[in-house]
């Protein structure tokens, strides 16, 4: 029987944080749940980021992942935003410590690419897709939600082509190639 694992997917934002649990079982994925964390501007930003950490606290507690797929900051044209999503994605990457959980880390263009198979692919394109993998009736709303289980889809493939990596740099190592 394949060995099953669940996964969390994040998309780090101050306003709202998405996150996504998939089950995986061999090459198949479902998706268990999804959701966002949202904070108002009117809050101090260290009660945002503590309600960010809490609320993905939540989701690790009842869902058990034992890994997580986040999305690094891109440094557009905003640097102002890009820095608080960065305090975002901190507070969420405490939460997965706390959990003790395996971190994978990937871009948007890492995971535009996993999921749809180019890098420079439209947000509804990710959306339709995570639709499509996952076997959902709708797309995943709000579309934090639907990046998030992009996320965690994104490590499914890249730690499988880690672990075939491995494997064969082992089986090389032993002259076996």
């Known amino acids: 029987m394949a060995s099953e694992r669940v996964i969390l997917g994040i ?51 009842r869902f058990s992942p034992t890994c997580v797929g986040i999305e690094t900051v891109w440094f557009g044209q905003n640097v102002t935003a890009a820095f608080a999503t960065g305090q975002a994605r901190g507070a969420a990457l405490v939460a997965c410590a706390e959990g003790g959980l395996a971190v994978g880390e990937f871009s ?23 639709r499509q993998i996952l076997q959902l009736e709708e797309a995943p709303r709000p579309d934090h939600a639907a990046d998030a289980l992009a996320a965690a889809i994104c490590y499914t493939t890249h730690d499988g082509f880690a672990h075939a990596q491995d494997r064969y740099e082992r089986l090389a190592s032993k002259g076996a190639l």
């Open 11 to 61: 998309d780090p934002g101050l306003a709202n944080t998405g996150w996504g649990v998939v089950r995986q079982e061999g090459s198949r994925l479902a998706c268990v749940a999804y959701g966002c964390a949202s904070t108002p501007a009117s809050l101090p930003l260290e009660r945002r980021l503590l309600k960010i950490h809490e609320q993905i606290g939540a989701v690790i507690e």
């Open 108 to 130: 948007p263009r890492q995971i535009k690419l996993a999921v749809v198979g180019t890098g420079s692919a439209e947000k509804d394109q990710v959306q339709y897709m995570v």
